[in-house]
């Protein structure tokens, strides 16, 4: 048998004996909702599935074994109908996926990989769009994921449970957060308030957490004439919506290390740069006072500020996958499935808990131990406390089973 | 407490059609019965096809508030989209109009209302908040928010530009009263009865022949036809500017944004200026002199086409051609060029095998 057909069986068997162990919860109303799954041996998914009752649900998992499976995030009439117009749409829960894949990290220049399906031509990093040595745009990418990649992803999920929780008025218990099982997280919305949404809205709450559209003149930010004097107003720490995170942002910029560079590639004049930079503590000052003072600095203009702004709009946005959320027939992953390119488990985490989850620990299942031969170059990788790697191509290691499931999802080891 | 003014104001909330209903009026009789609202019903039409103006006689709330259904009925009868249009743009206007001078607590029921501008009405809040040199009056909830200000493409209409706290979106009242006016429209434009279920007396069908007839003449003498129409389905056109043309041939009205940047464009690409005015004829609240006016100002300033990434936050992109989804085109105009680049290339091969 061939090696990778040896790693599919083991990855199935496993899978399987997760399922078997394990009653997988059914998604809320799960007779509204269509199914659609992944399988080992086939290409392609398996949709307009449904379940009338639970214990046909987990039989389906057990028998079946799929690879990956989803759920929608819309609730149907008739969930098994084979286009859209039959099944008869009664609405969706608002989903956002944020995805290590769309943030821009430095640690991907380190671990991500690329490599030419004309040439072979190997490389590090972003795959680029066309190959450098033969031209072809056919491209095969190979993604990694490390504590970088998945903190990052946190930092955006804390963005936008904020603007969830403060700006929609969205209750803590209206909100589920899932780990993907890869390399972000979903988050789920169950509410009357956004379960009839268009997918027109839903974009426009997509705009709104990404700041996409923000004018600052329409959040108070502009130059008055009084008495013939030129000023400048704007929001305060305490303005609803953007204009207080606006105030916010521009503290904390102010208050960063890397401020300097922030303000150049803003394409804000050197002279302008020292005015900002030798008075930090007094801007942050007077944009903290109630009303703030946004014309505290001679010669520091309405134009300079918005340039400011534009930066510190970037840096409170929250970074969300914009096709997600606006599709209102999407399939999203089944919480509490296993990951079929790591093994990790798709697992709900609660809003109390999200800044202790460790997706290395919290999603690892299985335990045992198994040998591995590396097909490439591995690099470094962890599993709940330990760090494995980096390995070279060619060498065998007997690792943990959760640490070679995860590597033969990957794709990037063979059981020797 | 509304008034039988406010009715006549307001002619398509509940209150309206309940008051309409106590008089159990029967269409076979109609004409003979009630001449009165049958005129008034064909001088609102008549004013609304000519003019694009839904015009309001104060005078006489009761003919009025019964009116309005003898005018959605004769509407439905003809079952012309274009005429459905104009009239609910016409209504919408004038809604507008009244709502910027009415009184909060009107405001308050007729929004709240089940029924008249959303199935549950809406969650509104009366509540004065100065933002900056800003005084905001309502806030009203973001859910209702959403499935009307999705309608305008304009930057200012996205709510991050409003500020929004608790599930709330602050409004001024000239904005709510845009916003509940596009509402009445909405909610007017999604029910219809079918064309073919009406039947309609003699007398009245004698009047709903009339219209036609200067339906028919409007429509000769005024939206024409539209000359660019041939190069719809050509190919040339970037998915944006296609999608705009399809809705200006159906007659459906189109944003202030997405009118600019037909406009742009169509001058960009070096139509003449009539040819660019007549796109425009087909519009619900089509006006010759104003559209003129527009295309000459953008020709001597020489505007050009927005940007994608504009366009974007406006809602108008439609990237389902791959030069779009791809990202290897910064504006529609470079699509445009590289399309007809393309379609003339494969003309010429083909004329010379």
Redesign the interface.
Known sequence: MKSRAKSILLLKSLFGAYYKENDIPTPPQFSKREFGFMLWTKEGMIRHKTFYNRSEFLMFLRKNVPKNAYRSAAYYLDPEAQNMEGKGWLGADLIFDIDADHLVTKCKETHDKWVCTNCGAKGLGKRPDQCPNCKSTVIDEITWICDQCLNSAKDELFKLLDFLF?????SKEEVKIVYSGHRGYHIHVYSE??R???S??R???V??VS?????VE?????E?SVGGRKSI???DLN?????GRLVKSIIKLFSSHNIESILRDAGIQRNKIEILLNNKEKVIKALSTIPPRWDILQGIGISIWKKIASVAIKLSSAQVDEPVSIDVHRLIRLEYSLHGSTGFKVIPISVAEIEKFDPFKDAVVFKGEKEVIFRDYCPEFRIGEEVFGPYQEDEKVELPLSAVVFLLAKNIAELS | MLTKEDLAKYPSIEPAREYVRQFNIDIATLADEYPAIVNRARQILRDIIVKGVYTYVSNDFETEILAFPVVRLFIDAIGDDWLRRRFAVAFSKRVGQFLQKEENEKILEIARMPGNVSEHGWNLIYEIKRVGVKFYEWKLHFKDYLSTAVHFHDITWKMCNHPVSNGYVRLTKRELARLLAEAFKEKILEKRVPKRFIELPDKLMRILEDIEELIKKYKKEVIREIPIKAEITGGVYPPCIQYILERTERGENLSHVERLFLMFFMLDIGKAEEDVVNLFRKMPDFNEERTKYYVKHAKSKGYTAHNCDTLKTYGICRPTHKWCSEGTIKNPLVFYGRMSYILHKERRTKNEK
């Open positions: 403060s700006d929609f008025g969205i308030t956004v009839e949404l268009s027109e809205g974009r426009e709450i705009d709104y700041g996409t559209g923000v004018r329409n959040l108070g930010l502009v008055i107003v704007g929001p303005t609803e919506g953007w204009g």
